[in-house]
């Protein structure tokens, strides 16, 4: 008994003694890996502030707010251009005026991509450019290269789906200039103009418009020259440019140049580039001679110019010319149009005309353009350096356009306005672009819903076609109201306008398919699903064009 005892007392002993190394073993273990934590917190950056990621929040600017101004009065236009006429060079892109050095292009071509070549053989093809809004009544500015040759002119504004219908109201050659319209219900946000007399080297300068195709792009800089001149740029004798290094592209053609106040002060025409985008040089024309060729067209479809009848010295160094004949200033005479107002006048070959109605003649430029503001039938008083002697000379101004109507090259470039109005689509009411004609008896029995009418025509480049109607389709609803005749069609077109969304549900395979064409079919949502087993079902359906 007494050695079980024992034997107990060693075993609860042994228990203990190693119950005790454990612990100790787990208080040594915590202690070492305590001072080592401290050791490391000590090698730590104590002077560093924690990074805090602050709440979402908009950081404004003068930017952002002139973008979100300006966005809805900025228009992109697309349109549909003829092929080039026969005769033309081949290669020739139609954007390039040969009148302007390859180096300077003005921005506009297929998709936005600038440029652009095609044969007289080629089939049209699209192009897109910018312009904006001037009057609540729907009436928008771009450049004539935009809309020039178009046979279809599609404006989208900014937000909206829709395309609405674009009329040419008319253009202007020598500034490159052109109005056309679009008809809406919408409550349309004209822009504010600037006076670009005011405009400095140095101000902040914004373009937006649709480069390559992306609508709404908005780039900033800085004026970066005034007053560039035809002759500094090869441009024609009315184009006196804004310089700007914001960032201006193919496609930004017809957009506005603002102020930092969101003002228009021009329109985006030209670049300078050895390749087809921006290098931080481009050209707008000041939004004062816009407004003169804008007034002019709203109210009589033409810009109208004054003219005398008269050709200038062309000299490369024209002061050189005038300091030699012992003058500063003026434009040489180089010939006078035989019965026009300068002959009539008493104008001679030879004279330096110093000054027109009182106001100094610095070159030829100048002096065209102070004739071109006076008014056609008024006087124009001529103050003239003839051999030396002063002469003072009264000429009645002409219409630089009737004056020079055999000189298309001059106040036209080959193409007549009305030439270019007639080949512009008309606002039309609300049409679908299709012809239907009852189903058959057969063709019935093989319609579950024994409803519908066939596709027997579809009109190229109509609103059936862009969403993927084909001949032989059968349609038995539009916005789901059932459809059984022409009349129930005319019934359902009565309650839509322009802008509203429309969705056909067609019948695919109702008939065999038409024959293969050469014409690709076109579609934005088109997605057929021909099964072997019947017709099958399926919504086409997009924004209808404006008018």
Same mark, same amino acid.
């Given at each position: 008994?007494?050695?079980?005892e024992?034997?107990?007392?060693?075993?609860?002993?042994?228990?203990?003694?190693?119950?005790?190394t454990?612990?100790?073993?787990?208080?040594i273990?915590?202690?070492?890996?305590?001072?080592?934590?401290?050791a490391?917190?000590?090698?730590?950056a104590?002077?560093a502030?924690?990074?805090?990621v602050?709440?979402?929040?908009?950081?404004g600017?003068d930017f952002?707010?002139?973008?979100? !101004?300006l966005e809805?009065?900025?228009?992109?236009?697309?349109?549909?251009v003829?092929?080039?006429? !026969?005769?033309?060079?081949k290669g020739?892109?139609?954007?390039?005026?040969?009148?302007?050095?390859d180096f $300077?292009?003005? $921005?506009?071509?297929p998709?936005?991509?600038?440029g652009?070549?095609?044969?007289?053989d080629?089939?049209k093809r699209?192009?897109?450019?910018?312009?904006?809004?001037?009057d609540?009544?729907?009436?928008?500015?771009?450049?004539?290269h935009?809309?020039?040759n178009?046979?279809?002119?599609?404006v989208?504004?900014?937000g909206d789906?829709?395309?609405?219908?674009g009329?040419?109201?008319?253009?202007?050659?020598?500034?490159?200039?052109?109005?056309?319209?679009?008809?809406?219900?919408? &409550?349309?946000?004209?822009?504010?103009?600037?006076?670009?007399?005011?405009v400095?080297v140095?101000d902040?300068a914004?373009?937006?418009?649709?480069?390559?195709?992306?609508?709404?792009?908005?780039t900033?800089?800085?004026?970066?020259?005034?007053?560039r001149?035809?002759?500094?740029?090869?441009a024609? &004798? $009315?184009?006196?440019?804004?310089q700007?290094?914001?960032?201006?592209n193919?496609?930004?053609s017809?957009?506005p140049?603002?102020?930092?106040?969101?003002e228009?002060?021009g329109?985006?025409?030209?670049?300078? &580039?050895?390749?087809?985008?921006?290098?931080?040089v481009?050209?707008?024309?000041?939004?004062?001679?816009?407004?003169?060729?804008?007034?002019?067209?709203?109210?009589?479809?033409?810009?109208? @110019?004054? +003219?005398?009848?008269?050709?200038?010295?062309r000299?490369?160094?024209?002061?050189?010319?005038?300091?030699?004949?012992?003058?500063d200033?003026?434009?040489?005479?180089?010939?006078? +149009?035989?019965?026009?107002p300068?002959?009539?006048?008493g104008?001679?070959?030879?004279?330096?005309?110093?000054g027109?109605?009182?106001m100094?003649?610095?070159?030829?430029?100048?002096l065209?353009?102070?004739?071109?503001d006076?008014a056609v039938?008024?006087?124009?008083?001529?103050s003239?350096d @003839?051999?030396?002697?002063?002469?003072?000379?009264?000429v &009645?101004?002409?219409?630089?356009a009737?004056?020079?109507?055999?000189?298309?090259?001059?106040v036209g470039?080959?193409?007549?306005?009305?030439?270019i109005t007639s080949?512009?689509e008309?606002?039309?009411?609300v !049409?679908?672009?299709?012809?239907?004609?009852?189903?058959?008896?057969?063709e019935?029995?093989?319609?579950?819903a024994?409803?519908g009418?066939m596709?027997?025509?579809?009109?190229?480049d109509?609103?059936?076609?862009e969403?993927?109607i084909?001949?032989?389709?059968?349609?038995?609803?539009i916005n789901?109201?059932?459809?059984?005749?022409?009349?129930?069609?005319?019934?359902?077109?009565?309650?839509l306008k322009?802008g509203?969304?429309?969705?056909?549900?067609?019948?695919?395979?109702?008939?065999?398919?038409?024959?293969?064409?050469?014409r690709?079919?076109?579609?934005?949502?088109?997605?057929?699903r021909?099964?072997?087993?019947g017709?099958?079902?399926?919504?086409?359906?997009?924004i209808?064009?404006?008018?």
């Amino acid at each position: 008994m007494k050695l079980f005892e024992k034997m107990r007392q060693q075993k609860l002993m042994s228990m203990a003694l190693m119950l005790f190394t454990l612990s100790v073993g787990i208080l040594i273990g915590t202690l070492i890996n305590t001072q080592v934590n401290a050791a490391r917190d000590q090698n730590a950056a104590p002077d560093a502030t924690p990074l805090t990621v602050p709440r979402l929040s908009a950081l404004g600017n003068d930017f952002t707010a002139l973008a979100k !101004k300006l966005e809805p009065s900025v228009v992109n236009i697309t349109v549909d251009v003829a092929p080039a006429e !026969k005769g033309a060079a081949k290669g020739q892109s139609p954007d390039d005026s040969d009148e302007v050095p390859d180096f $300077f292009k003005r $921005f506009f071509g297929p998709d936005g991509s600038g440029g652009g070549q095609e044969t007289p053989d080629s089939p049209k093809r699209q192009a897109s450019g910018s312009g904006f809004l001037v009057d609540k009544n729907g009436y928008i500015v771009t450049n004539n290269h935009v809309v020039e040759n178009a046979t279809k002119i599609r404006v989208r504004l900014h937000g909206d789906p829709a395309d609405y219908r674009g009329r040419l109201i008319g253009t202007d050659f020598e500034t490159d200039l052109a109005v056309i319209k679009i008809d809406t219900s919408k &409550t349309l946000q004209p822009v504010t103009i600037a006076n670009s007399d005011s405009v400095q080297v140095g101000d902040w300068a914004v373009a937006i418009g649709s480069p390559f195709g992306l609508e709404a792009t908005v780039t900033a800089g800085i004026v970066s020259a005034i007053g560039r001149s035809p002759a500094q740029l090869g441009a024609r &004798t $009315f184009q006196h440019f804004i310089q700007t290094d914001a960032a201006i592209n193919p496609g930004n053609s017809g957009g506005p140049l603002l102020n930092i106040r969101g003002e228009v002060i021009g329109v985006n025409t030209m670049i300078a &580039t050895s390749g087809r985008g921006s290098e931080g040089v481009g050209f707008a024309l000041p939004v004062n001679m816009v407004a003169r060729a804008y007034n002019d067209i709203i109210r009589i479809g033409r810009v109208t @110019r004054g +003219s005398i009848g008269v050709s200038l010295d062309r000299s490369v160094e024209p002061e050189v010319t005038l300091k030699a004949l012992g003058v500063d200033h003026g434009a040489i005479v180089e010939s006078v +149009s035989k019965g026009g107002p300068a002959d009539k006048g008493g104008v001679r070959a030879g004279d330096i005309i110093l000054g027109v109605n009182g106001m100094p003649v610095k070159d030829g430029d100048d002096l065209i353009s102070h004739v071109a503001d006076t008014a056609v039938g008024g006087t124009a008083t001529l103050s003239v350096d @003839r051999d030396g002697k002063p002469v003072t000379l009264k000429v &009645t101004v002409a219409d630089r356009a009737e004056l020079y109507k055999d000189r298309p090259d001059i106040v036209g470039g080959g193409k007549p306005l009305e030439t270019i109005t007639s080949k512009v689509e008309a606002p039309t009411e609300v !049409k679908f672009g299709f012809r239907p004609r009852p189903l058959t008896e057969q063709e019935r029995d093989s319609v579950e819903a024994r409803r519908g009418v066939m596709v027997t025509l579809v009109e190229q480049d109509s609103f059936a076609e862009e969403i993927g109607i084909q001949t032989g389709d059968v349609i038995d609803a539009i916005n789901r109201q059932p459809v059984n005749s022409l009349e129930d069609i005319r019934t359902v077109q009565a309650k839509l306008k322009p802008g509203d969304a429309v969705a056909f549900h067609v019948l695919k395979g109702v008939t065999p398919p038409p024959a293969p064409t050469t014409r690709a079919p076109k579609g934005r949502n088109l997605a057929v699903r021909q099964a072997a087993d019947g017709p099958q079902g399926l919504y086409l359906s997009g924004i209808l064009p404006g008018r």
